[in-house]
C-alpha cells in the first residue's frame, strides 16, 4: 500500500547542533603504549578520531577533536593510531593518524581546545605509526 499523500523532500540543512559528551571506548587493538598518566587523577588516551583526558574518579572528560574551536576546525579525520606525551613545563600530547594525507596534531591535555601545532605528512605516507618526543619536549 503507497503512501496516501505526497512525501515532501526538505533540502534543507537541519538545524542541529551536535556535541560530544562522553566517549566510551579506547583503541588497544593495533597501537600501543597509548595510555598516559597526566597526573594522580587524570589519564589521556585515544578512542577513534578523538584524544581523551579523563578524570578517573569523576569520569569526567575533556576532548580532543570532534569540534570547532574559534572557527578553526582542529580534528583528526579518520582514526588515530599513534600518541605521545610529554610532561614538562608544558604539557603536551601528539597523536597522529591514518589517511591518505595524514597529520599529526600537538595539543594541551590541560585545554584540547588549545592546539600548539598541526603539520600534514606527504603524500607517499599512509599513517603516523609511532610518535615520541625528546626530553626538551620536541
Not at 31 to 58: C, M, P, W
Not at 70 to 84: A, E, K, P, Q, W
Not at 113 to 132: A, G, I, R
Request: proline content about 5%; aromatic content about 10%.
Amino acid at each position: 500500500v503507497g503512501p496516501t499523500k505526497p512525501i515532501k523532500y526538505n533540502k534543507d540543512e537541519p538545524n542541529l547542533d551536535l556535541s560530544i559528551e562522553h566517549v566510551f571506548g579506547i583503541r588497544t587493538r593495533d597501537i600501543r603504549n597509548s595510555i598516559f598518566f597526566l597526573n594522580d587523577e587524570e589519564i589521556i588516551y585515544v578512542s577513534g578520531a578523538l584524544g581523551v583526558v579523563q578524570n578517573i574518579n569523576t569520569r569526567e572528560q575533556k576532548i580532543f577533536g570532534g569540534c570547532e574551536f574559534g572557527g578553526d576546525f582542529v580534528s583528526h579525520t579518520d582514526d588515530i593510531l599513534s600518541i605521545s606525551f610529554f610532561n614538562g613545563e608544558v604539557k603536551m600530547v601528539a597523536t597522529g593518524q591514518r589517511d591518505l594525507r595524514p597529520c599529526v596534531h600537538i595539543w594541551s591535555p590541560e585545554d584540547p581546545t588549545k592546539c600548539f601545532s598541526s603539520f600534514q605528512l606527504p603524500n607517499s605516507c599512509k599513517e603516523v605509526c609511532c610518535l615520541s618526543f625528546d626530553n626538551s619536549g620536541k
